[in-house]
């Protein structure tokens, strides 16, 4: 019996081998599988914080762009305009991808100014829900929630309208801060045709505009238009939309820009500024094909 159990001893102390073995490789790998996941967390840090500071640059070259044109052209807003060249396209740069959008908040129809219940207001509006073939009942369900719930920043606050409604509104209407003519110079014909109150010059107006850069009110006048309460030729609202992507890390800054001017002062600042979203490459979904076609 003693002999046998000392042959058995070499495979329990091989079997004890094997097993420490077996746990130090399994220690192994679990620490270097958590430094790589450390190494992943920081290098990812690492490109949010890099994209986040790309955003903010695209931001900050729009606000000075709005900046220098309140002191060279401050009696008109329009794309013929330096800031209006912000725009950037999509671009490939060393660390990634790159654009930039900029958009006039009041090429639209401010519906904030449907709070206090205007009349003007609300035949405006009622003459684009016309021009957009929408149920008839949208304007008195526009200006009802908004004299109910009071100011909103975006159209999704508009839940008594269904989604379809939402979108055909979307890009004729907008939700400014304090209130603002709609500008001539960036609306687009339908919006123009609203606020005018005529159908068919809006058109011949919008093609002028695409010629020269810009209209002015001695273009109204040689159309026989009269520059309706509500229109204008300038802003003061901007929104600017910019995506930054570092290495396999995509960030979206959306940010609202408001020009103000005082004895003295000229300034632009921001009123909203939302990251969104923060996706990391492998997260994001698939591109449809069809979608690199458009």
């Known amino acids: 019996m003693t002999g046998a159990r000392r042959a058995a001893d070499p ?27 450390l190494l992943q967390s920081a290098r990812r840090a690492g490109a949010l914080a890099q994209a986040q500071a790309l955003a903010l640059g695209g931001e900050a070259t729009a606000i000075i762009a709005l900046r220098e044109d309140m002191q060279t052209g401050p009696e008109a807003d329009h794309f013929a305009e330096p800031w209006a ?3 950037q396209a999509e671009v490939e740069l ?4 790159f654009s930039v959008a900029i958009r006039d908040a009041q090429a639209g129809l401010d519906l904030n100014g449907l709070v206090a219940g205007g009349l003007a207001q609300q035949q405006v ?15 008195a369900l526009i200006t009802d929630a908004m004299m109910r719930g009071g100011r909103l920043q975006s159209i999704a606050g508009l839940t008594d309208l269904d989604a379809p409604t939402r979108a055909a509104l979307a890009g004729h209407v907008s939700f400014l801060p304090a209130g603002g003519n709609v500008n001539l110079n960036t609306a687009d014909a339908v919006v123009m045709a609203a606020v005018l109150q005529n159908r068919t010059a809006p058109q011949r107006l919008a093609a002028l505009r695409d010629r020269n850069g810009f209209v002015t009110a001695g273009d109204l006048s040689s159309m026989g238009l009269i520059a309706a309460a509500g229109a204008g030729f300038r802003s003061d609202v901007f929104d600017v939309t910019i995506m930054a992507q570092v290495a396999d890390v995509t960030v979206t800054l959306t940010s609202r820009l408001m020009r103000q001017s005082g004895p003295g002062t000229q300034s632009v600042r921001v009123i909203v500024r939302q990251f969104g979203p923060i996706m990391a490459m492998d997260a994001m979904p ?3 094909p069809d979608a690199l076609l458009q």
Do not use: E, K
Request: glycine fraction near 10%.
């Open 11 to 37: 495979g329990v102390i091989l079997v004890n081998v094997l097993v420490a073995l077996a746990l130090g490789s399994a220690l192994v790998v679990l620490m270097l599988t958590s430094q790589d996941n």
């Open 286 to 288: 698939p591109i449809p």
């Open 125 to 139: 509006l009622a003459r684009l829900i016309a021009a957009l073939d929408l149920p008839p009942d949208t304007g």
């Open 85 to 87: 060249a912000v725009q």
């Open 94 to 97: 060393g660390t990634g991808r």
